[in-house]
C-alpha cells in the first residue's frame, strides 16, 4: 500500500488539498523540473530575468532597498550584468534586525513566519508570502526527489525540530502534517547519548 502511496498523494489526494488551499505546488515542482533540460544559456538568461524582477520588487516595495540604495546613488538602470551587483550595498543580519520592518514588503499582507535554528547563535527571522514559499517547498521535493525521497515517498528526517515542549495542538498539527507527506520526524535538538539507540531502533 505505501509503494501506492506516493501515485495517490499525487493524483489524487494533492490536486483535492490543493483546489481546498489554493496552492499550486504541483505544478511548480513540474515547472521546475522542465528547467532540468534546458541549455545553459537558457538557464542564464531565465535567471537574469528574474534577478532583475526581484531587484525591482525589492527597491519598488520596500522602504529600505529604496532609502540605502538611494543614499548610494544607485538606481535600477545601473545594474545591467552579474558583474554589477557589486555596486550594491552588502546587507547583514544586523542590518535585518535593527532595519526589519523596512524590509517587508509593502505588497504583501500575512506572511508566513519563518526562522533559522540560530546555529550562529541567533535565530534569524524572515518571512516569505505564499507564493514564495510553495516555490521554496516545490525546490526542496525536486532535490529530495533526486534522492529517491520525493514527494509521498516513505522517508524518515533527523531534523532540527521546535525548540521547548510544543502545544498539543502544534503536535497534534504536525504529525498529521508529516503523515501526510508519508515522513517521519526524528528531533536532533533532543537527540543525546543515552536517547542515540532509541533514535537507531525507528530508523
Known amino acids: 500500500m505505501m509503494a501506492l502511496y506516493p501515485k495517490l498523494l499525487r493524483k489524487f489526494i494533492m490536486p483535492l488539498y490543493e483546489k481546498i488551499r489554493g496552492k499550486n505546488l504541483l ?10 533540460s534546458w541549455s545553459h544559456e537558457e ?3 531565465f535567471q537574469w530575468q528574474k534577478l532583475k524582477c526581484l531587484l525591482a520588487h525589492a527597491y519598488k516595495t520596500t522602504t529600505y ?3 540605502v540604495w538611494d543614499e548610494a546613488g544607485i538606481s535600477l538602470d545601473d545594474i ?3 558583474d554589477d551587483f557589486a ?3 552588502i546587507v547583514t543580519k544586523d542590518d535585518i534586525k535593527n532595519h526589519y520592518g523596512e524590509f517587508l514588503s509593502n505588497k504583501y499582507t500575512n506572511n508566513i513566519k519563518k526562522a533559522t535554528g540560530g546555529s550562529t547563535g541567533q535565530p534569524f527571522r524572515f518571512e516569505l508570502n505564499t507564493e514564495s514559499n510553495t516555490r521554496r517547498e516545490a525546490i526542496m521535493w525536486r532535490g529530495y526527489g533526486w534522492l529517491g525521497a ?5 522517508t524518515l528526517y533527523l531534523w532540527g525540530a521546535d525548540i521547548g515542549q510544543p502545544t498539543l495542538f502544534k503536535k497534534i498539527k504536525n504529525d498529521l502534517y508529516h503523515k501526510f507527506y508519508n515522513r517521519k520526524m526524528l528531533n536532533s535538538f533532543i537527540m543525546n547519548t543515552n ?3 532509541s533514535y537507531v531502533d525507528v530508523g
Not at 505544478?27 to 532540468?36: C, P
Not at 520525493?150 to 516513505?154: T, Y
Request: include cysteine; charge should be positive.
Open 27 to 36: 505544478a511548480t515542482i513540474d515547472e521546475y523540473q522542465s528547467h532540468l
Open 87 to 89: 555596486k550594491l550595498p
Open 195 to 197: 536517547n542515540m539507540n
Open 65 to 67: 532597498y529604496q532609502r
Open 150 to 154: 520525493g514527494l509521498g515517498q516513505k
Open 43 to 45: 538557464l542564464k538568461a
Open 80 to 82: 545591467k550584468c552579474l
